[in-house]
């Protein structure tokens, strides 16, 4: 099969490249997917679970990538719940070879049956931003209604998604980006933008829950518009300044069949739209990982076609 991947920890993104790779073995539990359409993280070849497995063993050449939509075409030993054909989309495992390529084993656990009607490209983009919009505010910032949540990124890949789940939930939304996104990020429902480039974030005012997902001054600065009793989540690092009278969550998404089955639903009904942005082939992933362009929405890999 083909796939894109990285040898080199020292040549960074000059180092990924379209090879053939052996057809992936379906451990027990697992199942092998077609992939159709997947995702990826820009900073992927930053983490250390790229470049070694659970025991710190050397595992390159490595797959990025750990989004996927596709169909189910081969069962491990002992493997319930899917079926051979059956359409799927979820989340790889951070440690084992991921979903820029033609087929991967994923466990079947961490997947959730595709309806009919979504497209594959809107399945992959939804895996990775919805489960951590929903855990940032939810699981962890146990954001309630009534309540004002303050999201920074508002109209990217995990904001656009929050800003939408957190109206749902009846909640005052303050989103945060850049001046152009500004229009956008409105569209999708805040009550109030504040652009980072060119207002003080501390005129936002206090929320009751600050989602970070950018990191470094922003992160630090944030802390202090924590409402007492409120909670700061982050999903970019580990928080050095954390709230006077508040909570400070740093946190890692993890699989979750039953809310992607939700969040599907919620996409099928027009309760979500998830932003696609560029769908590109899989010979391309390479470009698009090193050209660091910020382009609307989820860049999606179109590895093959239904």
């Known amino acids: ?117 979504l497209d594959h490209s809107v399945a992959a983009s939804l895996v990775i931003s ?24 508002a109209a990217g890949g995990v904001g656009s998604i929050a800003v939408q789940l957190a109206r749902e939930a009846g909640a005052c939304v303050i989103g945060t980006g850049r001046a152009r996104d500004r229009d956008r990020a409105l569209a999708l429902g805040v009550h109030t933008f504040l652009d980072l480039q060119n207002e003080k974030l501390e005129d936002a005012g206090e929320a009751d829950v600050v989602f970070d997902v950018i990191g470094g001054d922003i992160l630090d600065r944030s802390a202090t518009l924590v409402r007492e009793g409120g909670t700061l989540v982050t999903i970019a690092m580990p928080p050095k300044v954390r709230p006077r009278h508040g909570r400070a969550v740093f946190f890692v998404v993890e699989p979750d069949r039953a809310r992607l089955v939700d969040l599907a639903a919620r996409v099928r009904d027009g309760r979500l739209k998830p932003i696609v942005g560029a769908v590109r082939p899989l010979a391309e992933a390479p470009a698009v990982f090193a050209s660091g362009s910020r382009t609307p929405g989820k860049t999606i890999i179109r590895v093959t076609e239904e």
């Open 130 to 153: 919805g489960l951590t919009a929903w855990q940032g505010l939810f699981d962890h910032g146990h954001l309630t209604a009534g309540q004002t949540v303050l999201i920074h990124g």
């Open 1 to 117: 099969m083909q796939a894109i991947t990285v040898r080199d920890r020292d040549a960074g993104l000059a180092g990924l490249s379209l090879t053939d790779m052996p057809y992936p073995h379906a451990a027990e539990n697992d199942v092998v997917v077609r992939v159709h359409a997947a995702g990826f993280t820009p900073g992927e070849l930053d983490w250390p679970a790229t470049w070694s497995d659970r025991a710190g063993r050397d595992r390159t050449p490595s797959v990025p990538g750990h989004e996927l939509s596709g169909v189910v075409v081969e069962l491990g030993y002992g493997t319930t719940g899917l079926t051979v054909g059956q359409r799927v989309f979820g989340l790889a495992d951070w440690a084992r070879n991921g979903t820029l390529a033609e087929y991967v084993a994923v466990e079947a656990r961490n997947l959730a049956p595709l309806p009919a009607d």
